[in-house]
């Protein structure tokens, strides 16, 4: 019996060709679900290249959760230790500078210039300005004396002619007892040259340890060879001044100045002394008192004054300093 051919389906039909089935199922082997990418963390420089500067556990790509079944913020109990570079740090993280410009960024803020972060420099004049506003550091006592010095060096100086001209017209000069224009001092035995505490120097020791005694006729002329009757008052010379002699005499007991007077070791008598230092003094405009050889309150002015343009020690006294500079010592 002849077989007849078995009819094939035509393709009008709707069937799918067998050969796309096969193709789809070689694409999706049955019961062995897709495979998750490779994690991207795990390709050196992969952070670098999507900039992916995000906390741990976090991504910034698109759908990356999708195609993963455990949640991204999950991770292994034993995380491995990220690779570090050659600096330390952990591979792809950013530096301090770059985090800080990524926040300014972020905050629409422009880094400012190196310049406005430091403050300026102090320039030398600067540094001058402000060495200069300090306030000065206390002045020792030799400090004081050679500012002294300094003024006294542009003060007026006496005339050397003119200074040995009225020492010449006093050689025999003898002053006279004023009570009425010169008051007369009076014994205190007590009593200290006011100041003289503070004034250094050897040349005014003699002012600082005075102090005033009363004694009889007897005792002068056992400790001194010279005392003599000046002025209304007796006086007794020792190394270079004279000084009052109390209780010599209660009935000469005129002394218009009670402390040592400087005429230096020529012995000369103080009251010629005193008249030579107020003719000078008024020649230069400081004493406008009579010459009369008291050492009053008007010629211790004077002295005081001149002294003071001088850079001297104000004593108010004819002192050894005083008489070098007017030239009479």
Do not use: C
């Not at 300090?134 to 003119?162: E, Y």
């Not at 007369?184 to 009593?191: G, I, Y």
């Amino acid at each position: 019996m002849a077989q007849q051919p078995v009819e094939q389906p035509s393709p009008s039909k709707g069937k799918r060709p067998p050969e796309k089935t096969h193709a789809t199922e070689a694409q999706q082997p049955k019961g062995k679900p897709a495979k998750p990418e490779t994690p991207t963390a795990k390709q050196p420089g992969a952070m670098k290249e999507r900039g992916a500067t995000t906390e741990r556990g976090a991504t910034t790509e698109p759908g990356a959760a999708k195609g993963r079944k455990t949640p991204a913020s999950q991770e292994p109990a034993t995380a491995p230790a990220p690779e570090r570079d050659v600096s330390g740090q952990p591979a792809g993280a950013p530096t301090p500078g770059a985090k800080q410009q990524a926040q300014e960024r972020r905050k629409g803020m422009k880094t400012p210039p190196p310049s406005a972060k430091a403050p300026p420099k102090a320039t030398p004049a600067t540094a001058g300005a402000k060495a200069t506003a300090a306030p000065p550091a206390p002045v020792s006592p030799a400090g004081q004396q050679n500012a002294q010095a300094n003024v006294g060096a542009k003060a007026k100086k006496p005339d050397p002619q003119k200074v040995q001209q009225i020492k010449s017209q006093h050689a025999n000069f003898r002053a006279q007892p004023k009570p009425q224009q010169v008051p007369a001092v009076t014994f205190n035995q007590s009593r200290r040259i006011e100041g003289s505490e503070r004034w250094q120097g050897p040349q005014y020791e003699v002012f600082r340890s005075y102090r005033p005694e009363r004694h009889d006729q007897g005792w002068y002329r056992s400790h001194y060879n010279r005392v003599e009757l000046i002025g209304g008052g007796y006086y007794f010379w020792n190394n270079g001044y004279w000084y009052p002699a109390w209780g010599y005499d209660p009935s000469a007991e005129y002394y218009a100045y009670d402390g040592p007077i400087y005429v230096g070791h020529r012995a000369e008598p103080p009251d010629k002394v005193i008249a030579d230092v107020q003719a000078v003094l008024q020649e230069m405009g400081y004493y406008r008192g009579e010459v009369d050889g008291l050492l009053g309150p008007l010629t211790r002015e004077a002295l005081t004054a001149y002294q003071a343009d001088n850079g001297l020690t104000t004593t108010a006294a004819i002192d050894q300093p005083t008489l070098d500079t007017l030239g009479m010592g």
